[in-house]
Every structure is written in structure tokens, then in C-alpha cells.
């Protein structure tokens, strides 16, 4: 009996607190945006109320959201609901297969930070922080929230850390080819370029809302980068290659609750075929099999001969290898599918949907001898969660916003009812 009695004490609070909302979320004459703002922010709080404080805050919480929203628009989350949802967004995101550890996320709150100047040594401190001498500490540093309607502010650079692409006058190119536009861009706003390596660091370009970007030096310090060699084969040293120890990521807005943090940069740790298998193998980037293989001794001529398997799993031996002999968090691929696999049964646990983009889960080496390649994963999109944003050099020129792309697939969102 006192089981059934609190149970329908529960329901009658919860119905109550159900009524209450509704209230709020159909009031008369509201503003369609902030309608908007304030659904997205409902929804986010009764999944934030649920995983961390229980409801008894929800309804009170939820008034002055509302209050807030239809006087300014938009409306201050607190640091632990900022948080909660940047891990969250982790979390939901469908094409990172490291989420086993989504709730590990160190989360530094830089909303105060107000000039590009401060920006950047935010960003310093964050490389110095998530390298941590090599221990990888997976960090996101959140700033200021972009006012609807107006423009956020933004880094230029998909990743904190990324290495320049020169274009020869003979056509070759030098460094990544990836990354020739922005370091073009980056010359037209003044920067001189470096010694002309394939290896130059791009400088950071950051740009506060209706201000023109600004340029900086990261400090060679405070980069930690790997040499690679290989176990076995001692030439492999002398092809000079090396590669960053840290992913920062930079250019996705954080979205959480309705509200847009367009500059809000955040790491994890390398896998290895990330490094291996695209930056240094991938045709379109480095292309290096050709040279590894040549150094093998392998026959090129023709494909069947699987000289570029042979080379391919040599690179990413060398990659491994490197990284764990200077003490630099890695992980591989048959290491990383088995830890996602475990991230699956802890969200079917918790009873969760887990949206997977199949093509981005499966590693680019050796995919079928891994777990989740024979797994049709489902893929949608969650919020909160970390969502592409278009070029900001760009968007002058009248090209399609990809944010917009990504509402075509939107998993249901349930709330308090």
C-alpha cells in the first residue's frame, strides 16, 4: 500500500507539473523563435532534471526560463546545466565512436571572455590543459552564446591544431591539402606563412560578432608533436614524418537547450587510423602509401597485389607504436570498437536511443574484423549535440548553410508528461 500510495503521489505531481508547462509552452501571442527557444529548452531540462537533479526544481526552473525568453529572447544556463549538456552532446553525437567516455568531459566555462585576445589565450590554456604532457584529457571550453539573430562567435579553423598546404607554381603541394584554403585564407589576412614544411602550424583566426577576424601564433611550446618511426623498419624514420598529439575540434556549434555556442572548441584522443589511415594515407591528403610501399620493396604496378593494404597497416603500426613510446594517449581501432560496443550496451542499459553513423563508426582499416561493422546502426539526430557550421569565409559568398541540414533527421525528444 505505501509503495502504490507514493507512486500515485508521484503521477498527481507530475501531471500537475505537466499542466504547468503547458501553460507556459502555449501562452497566447507568443513570438514563433522564442516558442522555439523555449521548446528546445524544455525539452533539454526535463532530460537535464531527469539524469541529474529529479523534478522537484523542473517547474520553477522552467518559469523563469520562460519569463527570461519572452523578455530577452533567449535565457543564461547555469554552469552545471551547461555541463551536462556538453557532455550530453557527446554523447548524442553519432559519428564518434569514443563516446564510452562522454561523462568524463572536463568542461570549462569561458562565457565571460569578451575580446578575441582573451579568446586565444583561452585557447592556449586549453591545448596546455587537454595535452597535459602527453596524458590526453578529453576538454571542451564553451564561450559566449551566440544572440539569436545575430552572429556568434567563431574560430576559423576546423581544428586548433592543423598543419598548412602550399601550393607550388608547378602544381605540387606541399603540407595538407586539406587545409590549402584556409592557409590561402589565412595569407590573405596577413599571415606570411611558415618555413614551408609539410608540417607548418596554421595560425588560429578568430573572429568576434560584427568584427573582422583577427590572427595568431600558437607558441611552438606549447604543441606536442609526435616523431614516427617504426619498430621494425629504421628508414622509416628518415621520411620525416610526425603528427600533433591533440584533436581539438573547432568548428561545430555546441547546441544546447535552444541556445547556439558557435565557438566552443572540444578533444578527445587519437585513434589511430585517424592519423594512419587518412591524414597521412588517404589519397585526397598525404598520400603516402606510394612512398611507404616503395621503401617496402613492394611491387605497385598492380593493385591485386595489395601493396597498398601491406603499406597501409605498416603506417598505422608506425603511428601506434610512436605514440605509445613518447607517452601519448592512443587508441586502436579494434580497441576503440570493442569500448563502443560497451558505450551500446550502457545506453540500451540506461534505455537510450544510440544514434550511429555507420560510416563513421566503422574504422577506415580493417572495419570488417571489428564488432561494429556488422551492426546496422541507426542514425538520427539528438540534441544536444555538436552541429556543422558553414565557412565563415564562406558564407559572404551566398553558400547553403549545412546547419540547416542537419534538422532533416531528428530522433523524438521526450518530455516531462
Given at each position: ?23 507556459m ?29 529529479g ?33 550530453v552532446?557527446?554523447?548524442?553525437n ?57 552572429p ?20 605540387l ?7 590549402e ?11 606570411q ?17 560584427h ?96 601493396w ?6 605498416e ?50 582499416m ?43 533527421l531528428?530522433?523524438?525528444v521526450?518530455?516531462?508528461?
Amino acid at each position: 500500500m505505501a509503495l502504490r500510495y507514493v507512486h500515485q503521489e508521484k503521477t498527481v505531481r507530475e501531471e500537475t507539473q505537466h499542466r504547468e508547462v503547458m501553460k507556459m509552452k502555449y501562452g497566447e501571442g507568443v513570438n514563433n523563435e522564442r516558442q522555439r527557444i523555449f521548446m528546445e529548452a524544455m525539452a533539454y531540462l526535463s532530460l537535464y532534471y531527469r539524469e541529474q537533479e529529479g523534478f522537484d526544481g523542473f517547474i520553477p526552473r522552467m518559469a523563469r526560463i520562460h519569463d527570461e525568453i519572452m523578455q530577452t529572447g533567449t535565457y543564461w544556463q547555469g554552469e552545471k546545466e551547461l555541463a551536462h549538456g556538453a557532455r550530453v552532446a557527446w554523447r548524442n553525437n553519432s559519428r564518434c565512436i569514443g563516446r564510452l567516455h562522454w561523462n568524463s568531459l572536463a568542461v570549462r566555462d569561458m562565457r565571460h571572455v569578451q575580446t578575441a585576445e582573451e579568446i586565444y589565450e583561452a585557447l592556449v590554456e586549453h591545448i596546455r590543459v587537454a595535452t597535459n604532457g602527453g596524458k590526453i584529457r578529453s576538454t571542451i571550453s564553451i564561450f559566449a552564446p551566440q544572440v539569436p539573430g545575430e552572429p556568434g562567435i567563431r574560430i576559423w579553423n576546423p581544428q586548433l591544431i592543423r598543419y598548412a598546404g602550399y601550393r607550388q607554381p608547378n602544381g605540387l603541394l606541399i603540407g595538407d591539402p586539406m587545409q590549402e584554403e584556409l592557409s590561402e585564407v589565412a595569407r590573405q589576412l596577413g599571415w606570411q606563412g611558415g618555413p614551408g614544411t609539410p608540417f607548418d602550424v596554421l595560425p588560429l583566426i578568430i573572429q568576434m560578432p560584427h568584427q573582422q577576424p583577427m590572427l595568431f601564433e600558437l607558441p611552438h611550446d606549447v604543441i606536442l608533436e609526435v616523431p614516427l618511426t617504426h619498430p621494425e623498419y629504421a628508414w622509416f624514420e628518415d621520411l620525416g614524418l610526425k603528427w600533433h598529439a591533440l584533436p581539438v575540434i573547432s568548428n561545430m556549434r555546441l547546441g544546447v537547450g535552444g541556445v547556439s555556442y558557435t565557438a566552443a572548441p572540444f578533444n578527445g584522443w587519437y585513434m589511430g587510423t585517424e592519423i594512419g589511415a587518412r591524414n597521412l594515407g588517404d589519397v585526397e591528403r598525404y598520400n603516402l602509401l606510394p612512398v611507404i610501399a616503395e621503401k617496402m620493396g613492394l611491387k605497385t604496378r598492380l593493385d591485386r597485389e595489395l601493396w597498398k593494404d601491406r603499406a597501409l597497416v605498416e603506417l598505422n603500426v608506425a603511428v601506434l607504436s610512436s605514440f605509445t613510446q613518447h607517452g601519448v594517449t592512443i587508441i586502436d581501432h579494434h580497441t576503440a570498437s570493442r569500448q563502443f560496443m560497451h558505450h551500446q550496451r550502457n545506453e540500451e542499459e540506461a534505455g537510450r536511443v544510440l544514434p550511429a553513423d555507420w560510416s563513421w563508426i566503422v574504422p577506415p582499416m580493417s572495419g570488417s574484423v571489428t564488432p561494429v561493422f556488422h551492426i546496422p546502426y541507426k542514425d538520427c539526430t539528438l540534441s544536444p549535440n555538436f552541429f556543422p557550421q558553414q565557412d565563415p569565409w564562406k558564407e559572404a559568398a551566398g553558400a547553403v548553410d549545412v546547419t540547416q541540414d542537419q534538422r532533416r533527421l531528428t530522433c523524438p525528444v521526450e518530455v516531462i508528461s
